[in-house]
């Protein structure tokens, strides 16, 4: 079930893991920032808004924290709805920046503008569960704090997905080759690009594209500690968490997707899923009990109690097959009973597969889900012959089970080498963004390289400088609608243009400078904070 928090700082979030026992969990906050946080930090939200249970379409956008008064002309009100922002604003370095703002002590910074909460008498850092803005909404309002969200986001280095297309320029091209590549009979598409350039920007606008397209949309960020490759049962619940499609003009998630499956009036196509090994399984218990917390964390990956009636998805480093499987499935019914398009992965932040992070066996073991991922989606000849080929599956002296064609692991346990693939026609697409110097990690394992590199392959370039001019006025239009203040002089030539990340964090830093040092030349601004 869906938790919802507040922090007293980063506002209002969603639960996604935990871990120490629950004394520390996983949160997704509304702000763009997605972190381990103690659970003594943290109190349930009392929010209006909160997600509705299981089956209901997508909940509204989740309030920031508590709803801020608008302080003043200079402050910084907190947004009334904004929505999570892309994987760049968390964990970006900002060392590359040439603009810091430094505002003068008697002018609050918008970081504490955002944050700081008055108390029941109107001074700041009171209880914010004790303070409610009580004056009528207006629209004029409403657009300014949505503005003053933004401006956040950005200042972070990412953009809110509402505000995805709006951001967007000088992408066509390679938005249009995504789509071409939809059309196509080819499963994977690698995108390269070095740090920062706007891949997953790009990937959020492709993901945006595929929703209204007909797809079932699920984003996943491999990071080396949270969702590695070698750890596949925690990219199933990436997936499931992530898992969007359109249904006529509501949104609906992963929940929302098997309840129709399981309500769904008995057809072929419904009683081939019940051959699934944990699909066919959740549509037989879900009849019995279809408020079963424990079948609906187990289907979606985010149970580890055991259950001895339910079969088990194994947290082992050699359980590829059993998720590879999985997504098969949910390819199968996105297709065939949702009617949709298929499914649609975007696999974000690929290159952190490398073995500079991993032990030897951890590395060897993201590599294989890697490589099944891979063939899963082009629904490789190999994974056919091996799901159907009796002693297809043996064991090799020194590697333990390994696939007779496909070359791919399986656990050792005969009950759990279940297919890769579940039906020839997966209807699966995954895309998967890399920076260039992922390919040095391959080296060593031919296999891999060689999937990764026959994939097609769409590179990015930097921005051109008219895109970013272009880019720079749309930030600027929507500071100034964030702060009703008029920028004096052009800061054009003093941002960094090299990646639009950055370009992007520098442009709203330098329009800091101007709104906290009015009347101040920026260039002088810029090189005192480069000899400081």
């Keep these: 079930m869906t938790e919802t928090v507040d922090h007293e700082r980063y506002g209002t979030g969603v639960v996604e893991g935990r871990r120490y026992q629950g004394f520390e969990l996983l949160v997704q906050f509304s702000c763009g920032i997605r972190r381990w946080v103690p659970r003594s930090e943290l109190r349930r939200a009392s929010h209006k808004g909160i997600p509705p249970g299981r089956g209901g379409a997508e909940p509204a956008p989740l309030l920031a924290g508590t709803a801020l008064s608008d302080l003043s002309d200079g402050g910084a009100g907190l947004p009334d709805m904004i929505t999570p922002t892309s994987s760049d604003a968390i964990g970006v370095p900002v060392t590359d920046l040439v603009l810091c703002s430094r505002p003068p002590q008697d002018v609050v910074a918008p970081e504490r503008e955002i944050f700081a909460l008055p108390d029941a008498e109107g001074v700041g850092g009171g209880d914010p569960q004790r303070y409610t803005d009580h004056r009528a909404p207006s629209p004029e309002r409403d657009a300014r704090l949505r503005a003053r969200g933004t401006i956040e986001a950005l200042r972070q280095g990412g953009v809110p997905r509402e505000m995805v297309e709006h951001l967007t320029t000088g992408r066509d091209g390679e938005l249009n080759a995504i789509q071409e590549w939809l059309e196509s009979g080819d499963g994977c598409l690698r995108i390269d690009g070095d740090y920062g350039v706007g891949k997953s920007h790009l990937l959020d606008l492709a993901a945006l594209h595929a929703l209204h397209a007909g797809w079932a949309v699920a984003r996943v960020e491999i990071d080396p500690n949270e969702t590695p490759f070698h750890k596949p049962k925690r990219l199933y619940q990436s997936i499931t968490r992530s898992l969007k499609y359109y249904s006529g003009d509501q949104l609906h998630n992963f ?208 921005l051109s400088r008219i895109d970013h001019a272009r880019l720079l006025r749309q930030i600027t239009d929507i500071y100034r609608e964030a702060y009703h203040f008029e920028p004096q002089g052009d800061v054009f030539e003093l941002l960094p243009k090299g990646k639009t990340r950055i370009f992007v964090k520098a442009a709203v830093e330098a329009l800091d400078l101007m709104r906290f040092h009015p009347g101040q030349d920026l260039q002088d601004l810029v090189i005192h904070d480069r000899e400081e």
């Design 255 to 462: 929940s929302d997707l098997m309840t129709f499956v399981a309500e769904s009036p008995e057809s072929d196509d419904t009683r081939t899923l019940r051959g699934h090994p944990y699909f066919g399984t959740f549509i037989r218990y879900w009849g019995v009990d279809s408020d079963n917390e424990d079948l609906w964390d187990w289907i979606g990956g985010e149970s580890t109690a055991y259950r001895s009636y339910l079969p088990r998805m194994l947290g082992y480093q050699l359980a590829a097959n059993i998720y590879c499987n999985l997504l098969s499935g949910l390819g199968w019914i996105a297709k065939d009973i949702l009617g949709l398009r298929g499914l649609f992965v975007l696999i974000d932040e690929a290159e952190s597969i490398d073995r500079s992070f991993y032990s030897n066996y951890q590395h060897t073991m993201g590599l294989n889900t890697l490589k099944g991922l891979i063939f899963t989606a082009n629904g490789n000849r190999s994974l056919i012959r091996e799901a159907t080929e009796e002693q297809a599956i043996s064991r090799q002296a020194g590697r333990g089970q390994i696939g007779r064609y496909s070359g791919l692991r399986y656990p050792g346990d005969r009950q759990h080498q279940f297919s890769y693939i579940w039906r020839e026609d997966t209807s699966i697409k995954i895309v998967l963004a890399f920076v260039p110097e992922f390919f040095e990690s391959l080296g060593y394992d031919n296999d891999a390289y060689l999937a990764v590199r026959e994939m097609p392959s769409l590179n990015i370039e930097s």
